[in-house]
Every structure is written in structure tokens, then in C-alpha cells.
């Protein structure tokens, strides 16, 4: 506490507030002159499995392992010769002069108009044409080709099929498969980076400027969350630049929305105390010093709390995980030293004047005022504040109201065994997304599983197996091709697999270990020993099983760690063993019940059949860290006033001094995230409501309600093992 009040008197006194601002303004400033940008260093293209993940170790055996982009030709009446004729034009110009990273290309171009016809669904509407890219070539990369790829056809077909709309009756093409999925992803995200800046913005204005109704006030935040993003990306930048860290679209977008969100609920933990302080002390600095010294505390535990738990997604294995680690804990990391340092001497700056034109002034001056301008006084408010008497209900009826929102927090918990899970990428998509209405072609006219097939290898020894006969008498199993030879290891031959469903589906990720099973028990039925050891499966299935399987075990190793971490925190900073047990618990159950209450959002009014797997793991990360911010700020107002009062009045107390600010910042935190679910986007939009849900829930419910109610209810043991009993101990008549 000694170091914050230093820092609160250099950076409130005359010059030193100046010196500040300055300050902020020469890094920031520095920072983006010579330091490379965020957006410049993102990469999209980053892996996601680790090297050892079993698919990735197959596609390093796997001879064809480019990443496909199919092309699907549709014509509701039918295509024609014509149309044959000009796929087959295209082809011989990708042929002659191929596409950027292309590495291989099906020479339709050479085949006989019936044989093309041999490959036609069997409704005669529609034709899948592929073209093979780099396995290493970016989202960038594979963009510009495609983006080619489409020019080229606009100069063979006159009716340029891929601005065509579907239900058109002319000729229509669309891009997807592997490549196209890929480049349709990371445009989404990258639309997102400016609306999302500019949503969030505009909405913590309109919000800040509706509840305090002060214009500067509702800038200062705005001010410091800036600056303080102003300063993280270019750190981010360079950072990436020295190949230290990597990140991707979707994590500066969220790194947005957490920035806006948690950044202001800082700045407003200050503000609202300094406002409620200059009420009683005449002198801006020294009500200033008493702001920062009463909220200081709470926001740098606060602060460390959020820094930490995401430190924590740096254990993650899988690449989407591991990759917010850095640039959210960055971001807080600097928030948080934004509104320690940065509001401090704005407020400092601009004093009463920040909360313009509704100034918030002494008795002693609110006299002279009025003495000034010849008015009566106004008249003091001689009813209770209505955080005095919610306080004051919560204290006369503790258990009541302790054992409602448990009941109620629990039923809402149970709907979150209900979930349904999917890693399905397509569903995130919106419905008129180019490589999403491709795939549904597909799925129409001829098999979904076409769209990505799972390749089986197996290491033979010179054997001849049965694979392709006992593959195909699985179910759920389409077709299954000759075995080829790998060019690569000639001991090794490979198979194509096609699933009679979404490759992506739930379904479908359950059927590797099926397919396993049985290649192993064909090697051992040859004789062939070490049999796991020689069985490869590769493919976008693959891939997404390896991705539940790697996320899942993320989620048993972080999950338990920031729950230590959140709870040593709590431990050191309030000593109080019984304290830290009930608000870790109280999180936790907000925690699952925005779950619950989020899938019957999701599932029942949005219409998903299932939530994308990662969501309970992001949601856990911030939900925890985040509610466990308002905990610490409401009940280190409620220690503080309990040294000098007993213990029910300091929880009334508290309970109306912190009840404004933690409403109001968890109204901003809930928009911003809100916001998110305004994107075309399912991940985000899911996320966005299950976090914004979890938000409102610790607002309005576990820190209006429950944490005070169970503090009342367990009554002088909240202190234990701590030896701040002393006022408590002697309840005094409210």
C-alpha cells in the first residue's frame, strides 16, 4: 500500500501529473514510430496441434498432403456441354500458368467429354473440380489465389458463376474444401478487427454517457483504454517480430473486447470513489490520494488476478489457446498501469470538472454556492440510498436470500450437462458464405464426406491386407479406394476413406478411433507385430479429433491451475481461508450457471444444435477471473470498514458504496461482449453470449445477493484464520 500511495503523489501533484500524461503520450507515441505493428505480425496460419498430435505425424508420412480447394459447378437445370467444356478451359489455363503456391491439378483438361460426364452427380447439376496448394502457403497466400482462380474463370465463363447467387438459373461456383474454408475463416476475423473497435467503443460511450451523464467523464475511460491499446500492439508487434510470441486475427479481436470491458471497469473503480470522496474533502489532490488509496488495492488485485489466469493459457498445447496468452495478459497487464498511473492525472488534470455538469461538491461548498447565487440550499436527501437498504434487506434476512440464489444459480448450473458440443469449423460460418454454400452442394448432390476424406496409412512390411474390404464393412463408412503406394516409404500404402456424413461432425471425429481399431486389427491378423505403432490417419477429421482431444486435456491441466492461482491470490490478499473458499465457489456456480443459461440461449433461441467445444474453456478463463474482479472490489470494502465498524454495518456499507460502480462496470462488461454476438461469426457470437450472461449473473445476482448474504451468514468466521475480529465480534444494532 505504501508504494500506491507514492505513486498516487506523483502522478496527482502539480507537475507530476503533467509529467504523466506527457509521458504516456512520448511511449505511446515511441512505441508506434519505431516498433512494428500488431496486425503486421499476426499469423493466421499459425499450427494449432503440437508436432507429436497423430495427424500431424500422418501428414508428414502422407505424399498428398497440400491443402485442396474444391471448386463445386452447379446448375439447377442441369449442367451442359458447354459448361464441361469451359471447367475443362479453366483447367487448361491452371495447367499452363498455374496459381500461386498450386502443387497439383487434375488434368480434366486431357479427359474426354465422357469420362468429364462419368463425374457428374447423379442428378446431372453438379461437378467438383480440385486444385492442390502449398501445405505451408498462409491464409494470405491461399487468398490471392483464389482471388486468381476466380479472375481466371471470369475470363472463360461469360456469366462469372461465383458472383452468381444460387438461386439463379444460370451457372454457379463456389469455392470450398480445406483452402477455401481456410480463407473464408480468416477474412471473417479479419472484417472483425474494425467493427468490433468501433462497436465497442461507441457502445462504452453511449453507456458511460447514460449512466453518469457527464460527456468528460464518460472520455476519460475511453482516454486511458487508448492509450493503453495504443501501447500494446506495437509491443505485440515486436514481440512477434523477434519470434518470441504468435498470435492470430481472433486473438487481437478479443483482446479488444476484453480491453474496452475490464480496461473501463478499472478507470470506474477509481472514478466512482473519487467522485463519492470529493463529497467530503474539499482538496481534489487529497481526495484524490484517499480515491487511490481506498480502490488501488482492489484494482491491482484485480488486475494480477485477470493477468495470471490468462499467464495461465500459456500451459495450453493446442495453438488457438496457447496464442491468448501473451497478448491478453499484455493488454490487462497495461490497463492496469494505465488506470493506476494515466486517470489518476487526468483526474488530477481536469478535477471536479470530469464530472461536469453534475459536480460533486462538500456541504461546506455546496453553500457558498449557493450563497454565491443567492439560492436556497438544496434539500439533503433524507431517504436512504437504495444501496443502503438493499444492504440492510440482505442482513435481516441472510440465509433466506443466501439459500434462493443458490437454489436458483443451481437449477440454471444443471442445464449445462445438457450441452452439445461441435468442432464442426463450417457451422461457424454464416449461411451465405461462399465455402459454406459449397459444401452444402456437396452435401446435396453428392456425399458431405466427399468434402474431406480421411486417409489411412499403414506400414505393411511387404503384406498384402485386406484393409480396403474390412474399412468398407464399417459403418457410417461411404467408400474406401485402392490401396496406393506411398512414394515416400514404399512399405507404407495409403487409403482414402469417405464418411457417409459431415467430416466435421461429432459423428464423424468418433469414427477415427473406429477406423483405427480396425486397420491395427488388420495388421495383427497378418502377423504383423508392433501394429499401433504403424497406423497413421490423416485429414481434416483427423485433425479435428486430434483438436478435441488435445483441448480437452488443456482444459483438466489450466482449468485447475487458475482456480489455485485465483485462490492464492485471494488467500494473500485477505488472509482469510473461509473468505477464499466462499467466493471460489460462488464464481464457480455463476460459472456453470451462465453455461446453462447460455446453451438454452444458444440452442433454443439462436438455433444451434451445438456450442463450438472451446467455448466452456474461454468462457471459464474470463468468467472466473473477471467475477472473482467484482468479489475483490465489494468484500476489500467491506474488510476495510470492518476494522472500524461491526461487521453487518460494514457489509450495508459496503454493499452501497461498491453497488454503483460494480453495476455500471458490469453493464459495460456484459455490453462488450455482447458485441461479439453481432458478428457473423458462431464462435464468437456463442462466446460473446455465454461470457456476457456469466457477466450479468456476478453483477446482479452472486455480487448483489449472494456474497454479501453468505458474509452475513457465516458472520465473524469470514475473518479465519485472520485476526480482524475485533469490531466484528460485537454486532451492533443496524
Not at 439459500?403 to 442445464?415: E, K, N, Y
Not at 486417409?455 to 467408400?479: C, F, H, M, R, Y
Not at 489450466?558 to 481461508?577: D, T
Not at 440461449?601 to 473477471?626: N, T
Request: include cysteine; aromatic fraction near 8%; hydrophobic fraction near 50%.
Amino acid at each position: 500500500m505504501n508504494g500506491l500511495k507514492r505513486i498516487a503523489d506523483a502522478v496527482s501533484g502539480k507537475r507530476g501529473r503533467w509529467i504523466t500524461l506527457v509521458l504516456w503520450i512520448v511511449i505511446v507515441g515511441l512505441a508506434n514510430a519505431f516498433l512494428p505493428s500488431s496486425s503486421d505480425h499476426k499469423d493466421d496460419a499459425a499450427a494449432n496441434l503440437v508436432s507429436s498430435a497423430p495427424s500431424v505425424q500422418a501428414d508428414a508420412l502422407n505424399e498428398h498432403n497440400g491443402i485442396p480447394a474444391i471448386i463445386a459447378w452447379h446448375r439447377d437445370a442441369g449442367l451442359t456441354d458447354e459448361d464441361l467444356g469451359q471447367i475443362q478451359a479453366l483447367s487448361k489455363k491452371l495447367a499452363d500458368e498455374p496459381l500461386p503456391q498450386q502443387t497439383e491439378l487434375p488434368p480434366l483438361h486431357e479427359m474426354p467429354l465422357p469420362a468429364l460426364k462419368a463425374m457428374v452427380s447423379e442428378d446431372g447439376t453438379t461437378f467438383l473440380q480440385t486444385v492442390v496448394f502449398d501445405k505451408n502457403a498462409s491464409s494470405d497466400d491461399l487468398k490471392i489465389s483464389l482471388e486468381q482462380l476466380q479472375a481466371d474463370a471470369n475470363g472463360i465463363f461469360p456469366s462469372k458463376p461465383f458472383d452468381a447467387a444460387l438461386s439463379e438459373e444460370g451457372l454457379v461456383g463456389r469455392i470450398t474444401g480445406p483452402a477455401g474454408i481456410g480463407v473464408d475463416a480468416t477474412s471473417l476475423f479479419k472484417d472483425a478487427d474494425v467493427s468490433l473497435l468501433i462497436a465497442t467503443t461507441l457502445l462504452v460511450l453511449v453507456i458511460l454517457l447514460f449512466i453518469y451523464r457527464s460527456p468528460i467523464l464518460a472520455l476519460i475511460p475511453l482516454v486511458a483504454v487508448g492509450f493503453a491499446y495504443g501501447l500494446t500492439g506495437p509491443i505485440l508487434g515486436w514481440m512477434a517480430d523477434e519470434g518470441w510470441i504468435t498470435y492470430d486475427s481472433q486473438g487481437l479481436s478479443i483482446m479488444t473486447v476484453l480491453l474496452f470491458g475490464a480496461g473501463t471497469d478499472y478507470c470506474l473503480f477509481l472514478i466512482a470513489r473519487f467522485r463519492s470522496v470529493l463529497t467530503e474533502e474539499s482538496n481534489k489532490k487529497q481526495a484524490l490520494l484517499k480515491a487511490l488509496g481506498d480502490s488501488g488495492g482492489a484494482i491491482t488485485m484485480s488486475g494480477l488476478t485477470v493477468v495470471m489466469s490468462l499467464l495461465a493459457l500459456l500451459l495450453a498445447e493446442y495453438g488457438a489457446i496457447h496464442r491468448f496468452a501473451v497478448p491478453f495478459s499484455l493488454s490487462i497487464l497495461i490497463m492496469m498501469i494505465a488506470s493506476l498511473t494515466l486517470v489518476p492525472a487526468l483526474l488530477a488534470i481536469l478535477g471536479r470538472a470530469s464530472f461536469y455538469p453534475f459536480v460533486p461538491r462538500t456541504p461546506e461548498m455546496q453553500a457558498a454556492r449557493a450563497a454565491r447565487k443567492n439560492k436556497p440550499l438544496p434539500a439533503p436527501k433524507t431517504k436512504p440510498a437504495f444501496g443502503i437498504r438493499l444492504g440492510e434487506a440482505i442482513v435481516k434476512r441472510p440465509k433466506t436470500i443466501a439459500i434462493s440464489t443458490l437454489i436458483v444459480l443451481g437449477i440454471t448450473a444443471a442445464f449445462s450437462t445438457q450441452i452439445k458440443f461441435t468442432y464442426d469449423t463450417l457451422s461457424s460460418f454464416p449461411k451465405d458464405m461462399p465455402s459454406r454454400e459449397g459444401f452444402d452442394l456437396i452435401g446435396e448432390h453428392f456425399s458431405k464426406g466427399s468434402l474431406a476424406k480421411v486417409q489411412v496409412l499403414v506400414k505393411t512390411d511387404g503384406k498384402n491386407l485386406p484393409l480396403d474390404q474390412k474399412l468398407g464393412e464399417l459403418a457410417n463408412i461411404s467408400s474406401v479406394s485402392e490401396p496406393a503406394a506411398n512414394t515416400k516409404d514404399s512399405s507404407i500404402v495409403s487409403y482414402n476413406v469417405e464418411l457417409a456424413m459431415n467430416p466435421y461432425s461429432i459423428e464423424a471425429l468418433d469414427m477415427i478411433p473406429v477406423i483405427r481399431s480396425a486397420a491395427e486389427q488388420s495388421l495383427s491378423d497378418a502377423g504383423i507385430t508392433d501394429a499401433a505403432d504403424k497406423v497413421w490417419i490423416a485429414g481434416a477429421t483427423a485433425e479435428q479429433y486430434d483438436t478435441r482431444h488435445e483441448t480437452t486435456n488443456d482444459a483438466y491441466r489450466i482449468i485447475p491451475v487458475i482456480i489455485g492461482m485465483i485462490a492464492l491470490l485471494l488467500l494473500l490478499y485477505l488472509r482469510s481461508f473461509v473468505a477464499m473458499l466462499y467466493l471460489m465457489g460462488t464464481v464457480l456456480l455463476s460459472y456453470f450457471s451462465a453455461l446453462g443459461i447460455g446453451w438454452l440461449v444458444v440452442h433454443y433461441l439462436f438455433g444451434a444444435e451445438a456450442i463450438q467445444g472451446l467455448i466452456p474453456l474461454y468462457a471459464f478463463v474470463f468468467l472466473v477471473a473477471l467475477g472473482e474482479d467484482y468479489n475483490i472490489f465489494m468484500v476489500s470494502s467491506i474488510w476495510k470498514k470492518s476494522k472500524t465498524m461491526p461487521l453487518n454495518r460494514a457489509i450495508v456499507e459496503g454493499v452501497a458504496q461498491t453497488g454503483g460502480v460494480i453495476t455500471s462496470a458490469g453493464i459495460i462488461l456484459a455490453g462488450t461482449f455482447a458485441v461479439l454476438a453481432t458478428l457473423p461469426i458462431q464462435v464468437l457470437v456463442q462466446f460473446g453470449t455465454v461470457t456476457a450472461i456469466g457477466v450479468l449473473l456476478d453483477t446482479f445476482i452472486v455480487r448483489s445477493f449472494l456474497v454479501p448474504a453468505l458474509t452475513v451468514w457465516i458472520g465473524k468466521w469470514v475473518f479465519w484464520p485472520s485476526k480482524q475480529r475485533a469490531a466484528s465480534v460485537k454486532e451492533a444494532e443496524l
